[in-house]
Protein backbone atom coordinates (compact mmCIF):
# COMPACT_ATOMS: atom_id res chain seq x y z
CA UNK A 1 0.00 0.00 0.00
CA UNK A 2 2.81 2.36 0.81
CA UNK A 3 4.60 2.01 -2.65
CA UNK A 4 1.06 2.75 -3.98
CA UNK A 5 0.52 5.94 -2.30
CA UNK A 6 3.93 7.13 -2.90
CA UNK A 7 3.56 7.34 -6.75
CA UNK A 8 -0.02 8.77 -6.11
CA UNK A 9 1.39 11.67 -3.97
CA UNK A 10 4.41 11.77 -6.56
CA UNK A 11 2.30 11.86 -9.68
CA UNK A 12 0.27 14.83 -7.42
CA UNK A 13 3.21 17.00 -6.93
CA UNK A 14 3.75 16.85 -10.72
CA UNK A 15 0.00 17.90 -11.57
CA UNK A 16 0.59 20.70 -9.23
CA UNK A 17 3.24 22.17 -10.59
CA UNK A 18 1.61 22.38 -13.65
CA UNK A 19 -1.81 23.63 -12.67
CA UNK A 20 0.34 26.35 -11.36
CA UNK A 21 2.22 27.27 -14.08
CA UNK A 22 -0.87 27.07 -15.92
CA UNK A 23 -3.00 29.15 -13.49
CA UNK A 24 -0.18 32.02 -13.45
CA UNK A 25 0.43 32.25 -17.40
CA UNK A 26 -3.20 31.94 -17.82
CA UNK A 27 -3.77 35.12 -15.84
CA UNK A 28 -0.59 36.78 -16.60
CA UNK A 29 -1.12 36.60 -20.27
CA UNK A 30 -4.30 39.17 -19.64
CA UNK A 31 -3.24 42.06 -21.34
CA UNK A 32 -4.32 44.33 -18.04
CA UNK A 33 -1.63 46.27 -15.40
CA UNK A 34 -2.04 44.71 -12.38
CA UNK A 35 -0.63 47.28 -10.35
CA UNK A 36 -3.57 49.21 -11.74
CA UNK A 37 -6.01 46.68 -10.62
CA UNK A 38 -4.57 46.60 -7.18
CA UNK A 39 -4.26 50.71 -6.75
CA UNK A 40 -8.22 51.43 -8.34
CA UNK A 41 -9.87 54.22 -9.82
CA UNK A 42 -8.12 57.55 -10.12
CA UNK A 43 -4.57 56.58 -8.87
CA UNK A 44 -1.64 58.72 -9.44
CA UNK A 45 0.98 57.01 -11.94
CA UNK A 46 3.18 57.68 -8.70
CA UNK A 47 1.22 55.17 -6.60
CA UNK A 48 0.93 52.88 -9.46
CA UNK A 49 5.06 52.65 -9.76
CA UNK A 50 4.96 51.84 -5.30
CA UNK A 51 2.82 48.94 -6.03
CA UNK A 52 4.00 47.21 -9.14
CA UNK A 53 7.30 47.49 -7.08
CA UNK A 54 6.00 46.59 -4.13
CA UNK A 55 4.29 43.23 -6.22
CA UNK A 56 7.03 42.71 -7.70
CA UNK A 57 5.20 43.41 -10.98
CA UNK A 58 8.33 45.45 -11.89
CA UNK A 59 10.41 42.31 -12.33
CA UNK A 60 10.56 39.54 -15.58
CA UNK A 61 7.68 37.46 -15.73
CA UNK A 62 10.14 34.17 -15.02
CA UNK A 63 11.28 35.77 -12.18
CA UNK A 64 7.62 36.64 -11.16
CA UNK A 65 6.78 32.97 -11.73
CA UNK A 66 9.67 31.82 -9.27
CA UNK A 67 8.23 34.00 -6.67
CA UNK A 68 4.96 32.56 -6.91
CA UNK A 69 6.16 29.13 -6.81
CA UNK A 70 8.34 29.93 -4.20
CA UNK A 71 5.77 30.95 -2.22
CA UNK A 72 3.59 28.33 -1.88
CA UNK A 73 6.57 26.06 -0.83
CA UNK A 74 8.25 28.91 1.31
CA UNK A 75 6.34 31.97 2.33
CA UNK A 76 6.87 35.61 0.89
CA UNK A 77 7.17 39.08 2.44
CA UNK A 78 4.96 41.42 1.25
CA UNK A 79 4.53 45.82 2.90
CA UNK A 80 1.20 44.23 4.37
CA UNK A 81 3.85 41.80 5.97
CA UNK A 82 5.67 38.40 5.68
CA UNK A 83 2.89 35.47 4.09
CA UNK A 84 3.62 31.82 5.58
CA UNK A 85 3.61 28.98 3.23
CA UNK A 86 1.48 28.14 1.53
CA UNK A 87 1.00 31.74 0.74
CA UNK A 88 -0.81 32.61 -3.03
CA UNK A 89 -0.30 36.09 -2.69
CA UNK A 90 -2.40 39.27 -1.39
CA UNK A 91 -5.61 40.59 -2.42
CA UNK A 92 -6.57 43.21 -4.14
CA UNK A 93 -9.90 44.22 -3.03
CA UNK A 94 -9.36 43.75 1.00
CA UNK A 95 -5.29 43.62 1.27
CA UNK A 96 -5.92 40.28 3.07
CA UNK A 97 -3.75 37.69 2.50
CA UNK A 98 -5.35 35.12 -0.09
CA UNK A 99 -4.91 31.73 1.93
CA UNK A 100 -6.56 33.63 4.87
CA UNK A 101 -9.76 34.34 2.93
CA UNK A 102 -9.67 30.82 1.86
CA UNK A 103 -9.86 28.97 4.51
CA UNK A 104 -12.00 31.38 6.42
CA UNK A 105 -15.03 30.23 3.56
CA UNK A 106 -13.69 26.59 3.43
CA UNK A 107 -15.28 25.60 6.25
CA UNK A 108 -18.85 26.06 4.63
CA UNK A 109 -17.62 24.29 1.36
CA UNK A 110 -16.20 21.51 3.32
CA UNK A 111 -19.01 20.68 5.38
CA UNK A 112 -21.94 21.73 2.14
CA UNK A 113 -20.06 18.48 0.08
CA UNK A 114 -18.99 16.22 2.53
CA UNK A 115 -22.77 16.26 4.42
CA UNK A 116 -24.48 16.11 1.53
CA UNK A 117 -22.25 12.70 0.30
CA UNK A 118 -23.01 11.56 3.33
CA UNK A 119 -26.62 12.08 2.99
CA UNK A 120 -27.18 11.11 -0.09
CA UNK A 121 -24.90 7.74 -0.36
CA UNK A 122 -26.84 6.52 2.73
CA UNK A 123 -29.94 7.16 1.11
CA UNK A 124 -29.11 6.26 -2.47
CA UNK A 125 -26.93 3.06 -1.64
CA UNK A 126 -29.97 2.21 1.24
CA UNK A 127 -32.14 2.25 -1.72
CA UNK A 128 -30.28 0.56 -4.40
CA UNK A 129 -29.76 -2.28 -1.72
CA UNK A 130 -33.36 -2.72 -1.09
CA UNK A 131 -34.45 -2.45 -4.61
CA UNK A 132 -32.07 -5.02 -5.71
CA UNK A 133 -33.28 -7.17 -2.44
CA UNK A 134 -36.69 -6.67 -3.78
CA UNK A 135 -36.00 -7.21 -7.42
CA UNK A 136 -39.13 -7.32 -9.71
CA UNK A 137 -41.29 -6.26 -6.93
CA UNK A 138 -43.54 -2.84 -6.18
CA UNK A 139 -40.86 -1.78 -3.91
CA UNK A 140 -38.41 -2.23 -6.54
CA UNK A 141 -40.67 -0.52 -9.05
CA UNK A 142 -41.02 2.18 -7.08
CA UNK A 143 -37.91 2.99 -5.79
CA UNK A 144 -36.27 3.06 -9.85
CA UNK A 145 -39.10 5.17 -11.00
CA UNK A 146 -38.92 7.59 -8.13
CA UNK A 147 -34.65 7.47 -8.79
CA UNK A 148 -35.99 8.49 -12.37
CA UNK A 149 -38.24 11.34 -11.95
CA UNK A 150 -35.96 13.01 -9.39
CA UNK A 151 -32.57 13.01 -11.54
CA UNK A 152 -34.19 15.08 -13.80
CA UNK A 153 -34.02 17.87 -11.13
CA UNK A 154 -31.62 20.68 -10.76
CA UNK A 155 -30.36 22.08 -7.31
CA UNK A 156 -31.54 25.63 -8.74
CA UNK A 157 -35.02 24.58 -9.76
CA UNK A 158 -35.73 22.17 -6.67
CA UNK A 159 -33.53 25.01 -3.79
CA UNK A 160 -36.04 27.52 -3.93
CA UNK A 161 -39.08 25.37 -3.95
CA UNK A 162 -37.82 23.93 -1.36
CA UNK A 163 -37.06 27.46 0.76
CA UNK A 164 -40.66 28.55 -0.42
CA UNK A 165 -42.74 25.63 1.15
CA UNK A 166 -40.12 24.63 4.33
CA UNK A 167 -38.70 28.69 5.18
CA UNK A 168 -41.00 31.80 3.93
CA UNK A 169 -44.62 29.84 3.11
CA UNK A 170 -45.02 27.27 6.91
CA UNK A 171 -41.62 28.73 8.44
CA UNK A 172 -41.06 24.86 9.47
CA UNK A 173 -37.40 25.96 9.26
CA UNK A 174 -34.70 28.61 9.30
CA UNK A 175 -33.01 30.40 6.10
CA UNK A 176 -29.99 28.08 5.74
CA UNK A 177 -26.87 29.23 7.59
CA UNK A 178 -23.48 28.19 8.54
CA UNK A 179 -22.63 27.54 12.12
CA UNK A 180 -19.20 25.98 13.25
CA UNK A 181 -19.97 22.46 14.05
CA UNK A 182 -17.74 23.06 17.07
CA UNK A 183 -19.24 26.15 18.46
CA UNK A 184 -23.09 24.77 17.77
CA UNK A 185 -23.07 21.10 16.09
CA UNK A 186 -26.69 21.36 16.56
CA UNK A 187 -27.14 24.75 14.88
CA UNK A 188 -24.45 23.53 12.30
CA UNK A 189 -26.73 20.59 11.28
CA UNK A 190 -30.15 22.73 11.10
CA UNK A 191 -28.48 25.02 9.27
CA UNK A 192 -26.94 23.03 6.60
CA UNK A 193 -29.89 20.34 6.60
CA UNK A 194 -32.22 21.95 3.68
CA UNK A 195 -28.97 21.75 1.26
CA UNK A 196 -28.31 18.91 2.10
CA UNK A 197 -31.69 17.46 1.72
CA UNK A 198 -31.54 19.37 -2.28
CA UNK A 199 -28.48 17.62 -2.88
CA UNK A 200 -29.39 14.15 -1.53
CA UNK A 201 -32.93 14.43 -3.25
CA UNK A 202 -30.76 15.35 -6.53
CA UNK A 203 -27.83 12.85 -6.45
CA UNK A 204 -29.37 9.82 -4.57
CA UNK A 205 -31.31 8.90 -8.01
CA UNK A 206 -27.96 8.02 -9.85
CA UNK A 207 -26.82 6.27 -6.87
CA UNK A 208 -29.95 4.02 -6.60
CA UNK A 209 -29.90 2.87 -10.03
CA UNK A 210 -26.31 1.97 -9.96
CA UNK A 211 -26.07 0.25 -6.69
CA UNK A 212 -28.94 -1.62 -8.00
CA UNK A 213 -27.42 -2.54 -10.91
CA UNK A 214 -24.17 -3.51 -10.06
CA UNK A 215 -25.83 -5.57 -6.93
CA UNK A 216 -27.83 -7.38 -9.49
CA UNK A 217 -24.75 -8.18 -11.60
CA UNK A 218 -22.45 -8.81 -8.73
CA UNK A 219 -25.49 -11.67 -7.64
CA UNK A 220 -24.70 -13.69 -10.85
CA UNK A 221 -21.17 -13.59 -10.53
CA UNK A 222 -19.85 -17.40 -10.08
CA UNK A 223 -18.32 -16.72 -6.82
CA UNK A 224 -21.40 -15.59 -5.34
CA UNK A 225 -23.81 -18.44 -7.25
CA UNK A 226 -20.91 -20.77 -5.14
CA UNK A 227 -21.34 -19.55 -1.91
CA UNK A 228 -25.09 -20.24 -2.15
CA UNK A 229 -24.33 -23.50 -3.52
CA UNK A 230 -22.78 -24.70 -0.33
CA UNK A 231 -25.39 -23.41 2.31
CA UNK A 232 -24.92 -19.80 3.12
CA UNK A 233 -28.03 -17.75 3.68
CA UNK A 234 -28.85 -15.27 1.20
CA UNK A 235 -28.20 -11.78 3.58
CA UNK A 236 -24.92 -13.24 4.06
CA UNK A 237 -23.80 -13.78 0.92
CA UNK A 238 -25.82 -10.72 -0.39
CA UNK A 239 -23.44 -8.34 2.14
CA UNK A 240 -20.42 -10.61 2.57
CA UNK A 241 -19.86 -11.25 -1.25
CA UNK A 242 -22.01 -9.27 -3.46
CA UNK A 243 -21.98 -5.92 -1.75
CA UNK A 244 -18.46 -5.57 -1.74
CA UNK A 245 -17.75 -6.34 -5.81
CA UNK A 246 -20.35 -3.63 -6.24
CA UNK A 247 -18.56 -1.37 -4.73
CA UNK A 248 -16.10 -0.26 -7.30
CA UNK A 249 -18.31 1.39 -9.79
CA UNK A 250 -20.09 3.20 -6.58
CA UNK A 251 -16.62 4.55 -5.38
CA UNK A 252 -16.21 6.14 -9.35
CA UNK A 253 -18.82 7.85 -9.09
CA UNK A 254 -18.18 9.45 -5.88
CA UNK A 255 -14.74 10.54 -6.85
CA UNK A 256 -16.71 12.01 -9.90
CA UNK A 257 -19.71 13.46 -7.63
CA UNK A 258 -17.63 15.21 -5.39
CA UNK A 259 -15.28 17.07 -7.72
CA UNK A 260 -18.77 18.12 -9.62
CA UNK A 261 -20.14 19.42 -6.13
CA UNK A 262 -17.14 21.36 -5.35
CA UNK A 263 -17.02 23.08 -8.75
CA UNK A 264 -20.92 23.76 -8.68
CA UNK A 265 -20.72 25.14 -5.37
CA UNK A 266 -21.20 28.71 -6.92
CA UNK A 267 -24.71 27.59 -8.13
CA UNK A 268 -25.46 25.95 -4.42
CA UNK A 269 -23.83 28.78 -2.54
CA UNK A 270 -26.03 31.16 -4.64
CA UNK A 271 -28.88 29.37 -4.23
CA UNK A 272 -29.48 29.35 -0.37
CA UNK A 273 -27.58 32.54 -0.12
CA UNK A 274 -24.04 30.84 1.58
CA UNK A 275 -20.03 32.14 1.14
CA UNK A 276 -18.52 29.92 0.51
CA UNK A 277 -15.52 29.47 -2.02
CA UNK A 278 -17.94 29.34 -5.23
CA UNK A 279 -19.45 32.20 -3.98
CA UNK A 280 -15.86 34.07 -3.52
CA UNK A 281 -14.49 32.75 -6.74
CA UNK A 282 -17.91 34.99 -7.93
CA UNK A 283 -16.79 37.88 -5.97
CA UNK A 284 -13.22 37.76 -6.58
CA UNK A 285 -13.60 37.38 -10.77
CA UNK A 286 -16.30 40.40 -10.62
CA UNK A 287 -14.09 43.06 -8.58
CA UNK A 288 -10.92 41.23 -10.73
CA UNK A 289 -8.98 40.46 -8.06
CA UNK A 290 -6.32 38.34 -10.27
CA UNK A 291 -4.40 36.90 -6.77
CA UNK A 292 -7.67 36.03 -5.06
CA UNK A 293 -9.26 34.19 -8.06
CA UNK A 294 -5.91 32.26 -8.91
CA UNK A 295 -5.67 31.02 -5.50
CA UNK A 296 -9.38 29.83 -5.24
CA UNK A 297 -8.45 27.85 -8.68
CA UNK A 298 -5.24 26.17 -6.86
CA UNK A 299 -7.00 25.36 -3.92
CA UNK A 300 -10.08 24.21 -5.93
CA UNK A 301 -7.46 21.87 -8.17
CA UNK A 302 -5.42 20.83 -4.98
CA UNK A 303 -8.55 19.29 -3.19
CA UNK A 304 -10.12 18.30 -6.20
CA UNK A 305 -6.32 16.12 -6.68
CA UNK A 306 -6.81 15.22 -2.98
CA UNK A 307 -9.82 14.03 -3.38
CA UNK A 308 -8.85 11.67 -6.41
CA UNK A 309 -6.40 10.16 -4.39
CA UNK A 310 -8.24 8.95 -2.09
CA UNK A 311 -10.70 7.28 -4.45
CA UNK A 312 -7.73 5.42 -5.59
CA UNK A 313 -6.72 4.61 -2.36
CA UNK A 314 -10.20 3.44 -1.64
CA UNK A 315 -10.24 1.32 -4.99
CA UNK A 316 -7.17 -0.47 -3.56
CA UNK A 317 -8.87 -0.75 -0.46
CA UNK A 318 -11.51 -2.36 -1.83
CA UNK A 319 -9.59 -4.50 -4.62
CA UNK A 320 -6.31 -5.93 -3.97
CA UNK A 321 -5.39 -6.11 -7.19
CA UNK A 322 -5.55 -2.28 -7.78
CA UNK A 323 -2.40 -2.02 -5.71
CA UNK A 324 -0.32 -4.30 -8.20
CA UNK A 325 -1.58 -2.37 -11.41
Known amino acids: MLPFLIRRLSGAVVIM ?35 RE ?6 PIAAQFRDFMMGIVAGRDFPQGHCPAPCLGVSFASGDM ?18 GLVVFLVVGLGAGLIAAWK ?23 LGPIVLGLLVYSTGLMENPKYVSPFDSPGGWFLGMLIPWVV ?13 RSTMIEQLQEEHVRTARAKGMSRGYV ?41 RLAVESSVNKDIPLTMGVMMFGAFFILMLNIIVDLAYAFIDPRVRLS
Open 54 to 59: NLGLDQ
Open 238 to 278: FFRYAWRGSLIPIVTIIGIDLSSLLSGAVVTEFTFDLAGLG
Open 199 to 211: MATIFTAQYTRMS
Open 135 to 157: RGTAVDKALSGASIVLSSFQIYL
Open 17 to 51: FLIGAFTFFLFYSIPQDFAELACGKNCSPQNIAVI
Open 98 to 115: VWDSIIDRFPLTLSLTLG
